[in-house]
């Protein structure tokens, strides 16, 4: 009679099919992550923002202007924030314009390759917009 042995491994066509298939997904799975991570890090300077300006806001309710406020100086009577730094460090933060009545605030990506939004700011009447190629809605 014939011998007939059970294969218990894997040729090598069947492991190279697994190996493009795992490629081929890794390849499409790759670009959503990237986007979700730069959403996430987005998250961190919009919350920072916020913050700030919670921080300004506290900040006039003391001195009745926005005026002199400051972030990361040192200085404990004019400092809003104790660093530049968003919670996470994927921002950092400014105070582009202040008067006695306004504001305006600015969140600069650090390493991010988010060309959508790119900077993100905020100003005392609470208008949210961004520098990159995206809309206002896509980053906030």
């Known amino acids: ?52 300006a919670a921080q300004m806001e506290h900040y006039f309710f003391q001195h009745h202007t926005y005026a002199g406020a400051t972030i990361g100086s040192g200085n404990l009577d004019t400092d809003v924030l104790a660093s530049n730094q968003s919670p996470e460090g994927w921002y950092t933060l400014s105070i582009t314009t202040q008067n006695t009545t306004d504001f305006s605030l600015k969140a600069t990506p650090n390493n991010t ?28």
């Open 1 to 52: 009679m014939f011998n007939s042995k059970k294969s218990l491994g894997f040729t090598l066509i069947e492991l190279i099919i697994v190996i493009t298939i795992i490629g081929i997904l890794a390849t499409l799975a790759f670009p959503s992550y990237e986007k979700y991570i730069i959403k996430t890090r987005r998250i961190d300077g919009q919350t920072a923002l916020l913050n700030l």
């Open 113 to 140: 390759k988010d060309t959508l939004c790119d900077s993100l700011t905020l100003d005392s009447l609470g208008i949210k917009n961004q520098t990159g190629t995206g809309t206002v809605k896509d980053c906030w």
